[in-house]
């Protein structure tokens, strides 16, 4: 047997170990991570079932335990950062319902003290026009006068006539009458006539004044107007 192999020699040889160089493979790398994403394009364009894409997809995204804790890290400070303004938005919310509440019952309170002010003040005014009311009648009329307030001082009507002829013997019903020689002034001639501001400092013009002071006197002096008017007639020149 011929010993010549010529050219075809080669095909025949035992194959030699290849020299894989690892700068080589790191440069394939980047090409065959493009080679898998253009796989994944052209198999989903070459109509494979969404289960098989799903299970690339999946394969594709998966993280590392590593990034699984760094975004739960980054989530849990997020969490708290909302639920810290929720509570914030709650509290301020709070603090705004308070404050409004406590503006509407100062508000209230405030119109209920301005009506109690007022009503007050409505009194007032009733009573100084039904007082001036009454001053006017008795200035017109103080024998209408006197006989109302007698009962004020415990005075039974049967008392009146004998009030009338004191009151006409003193001034004759004069509210003005004055003496000239003592000063004794008013209806029940009062001596000195400021004794009368005991009742009130209107006794110059006031014959309700001057009454109730009359009155007043004659039920600590002589008990009844027929005690006082008894004692009257039993002096002369009459006084009582």
């Known amino acids: 047997m011929s010993s010549y192999r010529g050219r075809h020699a080669a095909r025949h040889a035992a194959a030699r170990p290849q020299r894989v160089s690892t700068v080589g493979a790191a440069l394939r790398r980047p090409a065959v991570a493009a080679s898998l994403a253009l796989a994944t ?22 993280l590392s335990p590593a990034a699984l804790t ?15 303004l929720a509570a914030d938005r709650s509290a301020a919310n709070a603090q705004k319902s ?15 003290e301005a009506a109690r002010v007022r009503a007050e003040e409505d009194a007032r005014i009733a009573r100084e026009a039904e007082r001036q009311a009454i001053v006017d009648n008795a200035r017109v009329n103080p024998q209408a006068a006197a006989r109302a307030l007698m009962g004020e001082f415990g005075f039974a009507d ?20 004055k003496n000239p020689s003592s000063g ?55 006084w009582y």
């Open 98 to 112: 308070l404050v409004m509440a406590q503006a509407e019952e100062a508000t209230r309170a405030a119109a209920a």
């Open 70 to 84: 760094q975004v739960e890290d980054t989530a849990a400070p997020a969490a708290d950062d909302q639920a810290r």
């Open 41 to 62: 394009v052209a198999t989903g364009a070459a109509g494979v079932s969404a289960q098989e894409r799903v299970a690339v997809e999946s394969t594709a995204f998966s």
């Open 184 to 238: 004794a002034y008013g209806l029940f001639q009062s001596l000195p006539a400021s004794k009368m501001s005991t009742v009130a400092d209107d006794w110059a013009d006031n014959p309700v004044t001057q009454i109730r002071w009359g009155l007043q006197y004659i039920k600590s002096s002589y008990g009844t107007p027929c005690g006082a008017w008894s004692a009257w007639n039993s002096r002369y020149p009459h």
């Open 158 to 177: 049967s008392q009146w006539s004998c009030l009338n002829n004191l009151v006409i013997g003193e001034s004759t019903w004069n509210y003005k009458a």
